[in-house]
Structures are given as C-alpha cells and as structure tokens.
C-alpha cells in the first residue's frame, strides 16, 4: 500500500486492504480494520450510558498503549476522567497484582476505590479471562466492562462464560447481524482468528463498484459485514460498529449507538 501511495497517479481507482497515512494519488482508496475506530466508539458508547469515570486496563505494549491513548483522547473529549490506568504483562501473566494495586482502597479497608464507574479493557479472549476473574476478587465486578472485538474468539468464549457480561464493540458480522451471518450457516466456518478477515473480504466487491458514488455523496452509507461504511475525505473507509454483551459465551446485539 504504501508503494501505491508513493505513485504520483494511479490509472484505475485502487481499493487497498490496508491504510498508510500522508498524501496518496487521488485514485487510491483505503479500507482496514483499524481498532483505534473501535477504541474510539468504544469511548461514545460508554459515554453515552452516563458512565465518567474509567478505569483503563491494557497491555503493556505499543499497541495496548495506542488504543488505550485512542479511547481517552474520545473519552476526555466527551467530557469523561481517566481515574486509574493498569498495565499488566503477558509475559509474567501478574494480572492478579496489577489489578489489585490500582483497585485498592486508600484507607486500606477490603473493598475497591469508589471512583471508578466503568472499565475499559485492552486484550485478547485469554488475557480477558485473567482480568476478569481478578476484578471480581477485587470487589469489582459490578464495574461494567467495555472491550474490543479482539476480546471475543469465537472458538474460545463458545466453550466459556468467561466474558459473560462484557459489553463488545464488534463488527455485524461478529455480533450476527446481516445478510453474510446467514449464508454462511450451513458453510464450515472461516479458520480461527481470520473471522473479520472474511467479513472484509465479502465488503471490497460492494465498495468497489460504490466508491465514485460514496464520493459524490459524503453522506452515503453503506451497511457492510464489517461495519456501516462511509467514504471520509482522506479516500479511507470508515466503519460505524455495533454492540453486544456476552451471554453464555455468545455475543447479544444490543441496539445501535447513534454517533
């Protein structure tokens, strides 16, 4: 992608299956699954449950870092506080004491600070499955708790409960929302973690042949697997997202949130 960017002009409209940023010939439209749009969304959906004051858990990363940067530029935005900040390590797995330094009570008393109203949680489905249980030991599993998709694998929360009660910013095709969920019922499933990938894969034809028109008509969405796709005016393909919550290992659809 970033090769085609660096060309001066394109001579047919290209559709890359990825995003660079700076400057690109005016024939080159992108389309990813950035999670920073995720981390963002995730940031209005909370918001707009009245919830203030966050507690941010992520992984000690450069991507843990970014997204939880992403959702906090939103979230302070929208008038929200990050209150406390944890990071834990993948490699010495110490979620348990990372979880209870930055929960615990300044008086010393057994229960959680009070200042702290929601969670907003960095992972993957097993890293989730550590967290979570640590939360609950220290008396916060009454925080409800906000993730990315990449929280869900469906070949591991199907097995668990592990997430139940997670509210998941995810695309329609995850949440079993559209038209491709139900053709591919009677299909073996895609191979594990290229789930979103398939999804990306049966939007590029629809946005192909509409990208002249999405960009006549800024407002046009398209309602993809992926998403609710509009044409910004970078040329990048923007993705509105849905939301569930995890009941007996399977994600519910929740009504859309307006942004």
């Known amino acids: 992608v970033q090769v085609l960017a660096n060309e001066p002009a394109l001579a047919v409209p290209v559709l890359a299956l990825n995003e660079v940023r700076g400057k690109t010939p005016d024939t080159l439209y992108q389309f990813s699954l950035n999670p920073e749009e995720e981390a963002s969304q995730t940031a209005v959906a909370a918001r707009a449950s009245q ?24 979230w302070q935005s929208l008038g929200g ?22 929960l615990a009570d300044p008086t010393g008393a057994a229960k959680r600070r009070q200042d702290i109203d929601m969670v907003f949680l960095v992972g993957k489905n097993k890293e989730a499955s550590q967290v979570l249980p640590s939360l609950a030991f220290h008396y916060a599993d009454d925080l409800p708790v906000y993730g990315l998709s990449d929280l869900y694998n469906p070949q591991q929360s199907i097995a668990g409960n592990d997430l139940d009660g997670v509210h998941l910013c995810l695309t329609p095709w995850q949440a079993g929302k559209g038209a491709l969920t139900r ?77």
């Open 51 to 74: 919830f203030q004051r966050a507690l941010v858990i992520t992984s000690d990363s450069d991507r843990g870092r970014r997204l939880a940067q992403r959702f906090e530029q939103q």
């Open 81 to 102: 506080s990050v209150n406390a900040t944890a990071r834990y390590s993948t490699e010495r797995a110490n979620y348990n004491d990372v979880i209870g330094q930055v």
């Open 183 to 259: 053709d591919i019922q009677n299909l073996s499933p895609p191979p594990s973690g290229l789930d979103q990938l398939y999804a990306m894969g049966a939007d590029a034809q629809p946005l192909y042949i509409r990208l002249a028109l999405m960009q006549a008509n800024p407002n046009l969405t398209i309602e993809g697997h992926t998403g609710y796709l509009r044409l910004d005016k970078a040329r990048h393909i923007t993705r509105g997202l849905v939301w569930a919550v995890m009941q007996n290992g399977r994600p519910a659809p929740l009504p859309d949130i307006v942004q």
